[in-house]
């Protein structure tokens, strides 16, 4: 069984900052890439930033410039770095890993999801 678990979320000023982090846990071998997303009322769910097991980060473009991806692959962890967080941030924001398992016959990458953190961005 692997779990993601999120934390860090909450209520925020607008311009302020917050930080959220995800652990994994569980029958890891590996996690190869790491992300967070968001899904605002009514929206689908969005791609916010992601990070190889290298390091190499991707960010959408609503949040270049603002927000920061991070891991630590010795502890299995992921962070957002959220600076100057904007009302429209608002959303339930999600931690995605690729997380290599054993299988009997080899290795096998699953998608695993944590269950969200809600980030409110007051004005």
């Known amino acids: 069984q692997v779990q993601l678990v999120e934390s860090g979320g909450g209520l925020v000023r607008a311009g302020g900052s917050l930080t959220l982090s995800c652990v994994a846990s569980?029958?890891?071998?590996?996690?190869?890439?790491m992300g967070w997303y968001r899904q605002a009322p009514g929206k689908e769910r969005e791609l916010v930033a992601g990070i190889t097991r290298a390091g190499a980060t991707n960010y959408v473009d609503f949040v270049k410039g603002r927000f920061t991806i991070s891991r630590d692959n010795a502890k299995n962890t992921v962070d957002l770095q959220m600076n100057s967080p904007k009302p429209e941030d608002t959303a339930v924001y999600y931690c995605?890993?690729?997380?290599?398992?054993?299988?009997?016959?080899?290795?096998?990458?699953?998608?695993?999801w944590g269950r969200g953190t809600q980030v409110t961005v007051s004005s």
């Open positions: 995605d890993a690729e997380i290599m398992q054993r299988e009997p016959y080899g290795l096998r990458g699953v998608d695993h």
């Open positions: 569980g029958s890891i071998y590996s996690i190869n890439a």
